[in-house]
Every structure is written in structure tokens, then in C-alpha cells.
């Protein structure tokens, strides 16, 4: 039982480059979410889905893009890498049913990303 | 909108001291859940409780207690005879829409 698996773990970017970081799960969770956590702080929330085909922009959108076109996967995106999005990225997924009800969350152990 | 504060930016205790974490939430919603969360500084996250905002009642787990109170919108968060293995970041999360999460406390347990 994987749980919400996340790669690459560690990833350095050269200004404007481009990479996405893939996250999977293997638990049927309706909702998927991207965070990014900078040093010292909490987490941010970049975008959540809710359910295939269904994505929703959170606290920090700019700069990143996702898609879900199955309920397994969550890629981010990020299209031209500044410094400012030097950062460790955690996927996390959950399972709502109706009225919000809500399960529990599970966190990938996170992607550590450098923009130089 | 909504808004978890954790204001207690660093604690630092001693050994078997006694050490509470305060966390204040704002929501609208009237069906919400509440989360603590550890991260140790290998940096992964631990999932501590979920607290539906139904259930007042206070929890106690081994040395850790909760103390949920609405009427203040707080939900704090005791450990008792603090230990060094409980060094760590403990972040307050809010799920009404979407999970949000606090600042972050840091907690440094000296020997």
C-alpha cells in the first residue's frame, strides 16, 4: 500500500526551465492537493482537485498549472522556474463524501526543489 | 474566508515541562474539521488528530491532550512531560472547503 507517492525527491532548476513533479495515489481519494511549504513557514495551497477532470486554484496559483485526468494522478507544473519557487512541494490526498465529510489526509513525503 | 493563527512562532521548554500550542481559527462554515500536525525535522508530516467541528469533547492520547472550544474558536493542543523526541514543527490545519494550514510552532525540548 503505497499511499500518495511523489518524485522526484530532491531537483535543481536553472532559471526558466521547466518540470513537473508527479504525484500518484493508490487509495481511490476523490480530492488531490499541491502545497508548497518555504523555509520556516506552513504550508500554501497552489491548487486541489476534486475529482477527475476538475481542478481549482488555492492560496498561491501563479506560476504552477496542474490537470487530473484520472483519479490516480496529480502532475504540477511549473513552466518558467523563478527563484521565488525554491520551496518543498508536498502532494496530499483525501477521501470527502457528500456534506464534507471528510476522512483524513495523507501527505507525499515531498519534493525539494532549488531555482538558481 | 479562512485563517488558522498559530502566534507562537518558537517554543523552547525543558525536559518533563509541561508545554501547550495555541492555534485560532476563523471559518464560516458550520461543518468544519480540525487538524494537528507534526514535522519532525526529517520533514515529513504525522498526523496527530482530526476533530470534526461537532465534537467538543476534549481528547487525550498518551501525553497528548486537545482542548477544542468553539465559543473561542481555539483549538489547543497540550503535551505533558515534554520529551526531546517531541522536537518538532506542529502545524494547526482548518478543512472547511479546503485544508489550510497555521504558521507552525516550533517546539525545542532541551534534556
Known amino acids: 500500500n503505497a499511499g500518495v507517492t511523489q518524485t522526484p525527491k530532491f531537483r535543481i532548476l536553472k532559471i526558466g526551465q521547466s518540470m513537473t513533479l508527479q504525484c500518484t495515489q493508490d487509495m481511490n481519494h476523490n480530492y488531490m492537493y499541491w502545497y508548497r511549504q518555504d523555509p520556516g513557514m506552513g504550508l500554501k495551497l497552489i491548487y486541489y482537485s476534486v475529482g477527475a477532470g476538475i481542478t481549482d486554484k488555492g492560496e498561491v496559483p501563479n506560476g504552477y498549472n496542474v490537470s487530473r485526468s484520472t483519479t490516480e494522478d496529480f502532475p504540477l507544473r511549473l513552466e518558467l522556474a523563478a527563484p521565488s519557487q525554491t520551496s518543498v512541494y508536498f502532494c496530499a490526498s483525501s477521501y470527502r463524501a457528500g456534506g464534507n465529510a471528510n476522512y483524513g489526509y495523507t501527505f507525499g513525503s515531498g519534493t525539494r526543489l532549488t531555482v538558481v | 474566508a479562512q485563517k488558522v493563527t498559530q502566534a507562537q512562532t518558537e517554543i523552547s521548554v525543558v525536559e518533563k515541562e509541561d508545554v501547550t500550542l495555541d492555534c485560532v481559527y476563523e471559518?464560516?462554515?458550520?461543518?468544519?474539521?480540525l487538524f494537528w500536525y507534526k514535522q519532525p525535522p526529517s520533514g515529513e508530516l504525522v498526523f496527530l488528530i482530526r476533530r470534526n467541528s461537532f465534537d467538543e469533547q476534549n481528547e487525550i492520547s498518551g501525553r497528548y491532550s486537545w482542548n477544542f472550544q468553539k465559543s473561542t474558536s481555539s483549538f489547543n493542543f497540550t503535551i505533558t512531560a515534554s520529551q526531546v523526541v517531541d522536537s518538532a514543527v506542529y502545524f494547526c490545519?482548518?478543512?472547511?472547503?479546503?485544508?489550510?494550514f497555521g504558521q507552525g510552532t516550533e517546539l525545542s525540548v532541551k534534556p
Open positions: 490545519a482548518l478543512q472547511g472547503g479546503k485544508l489550510i
Open positions: 471559518t464560516r462554515d458550520t461543518t468544519y474539521y
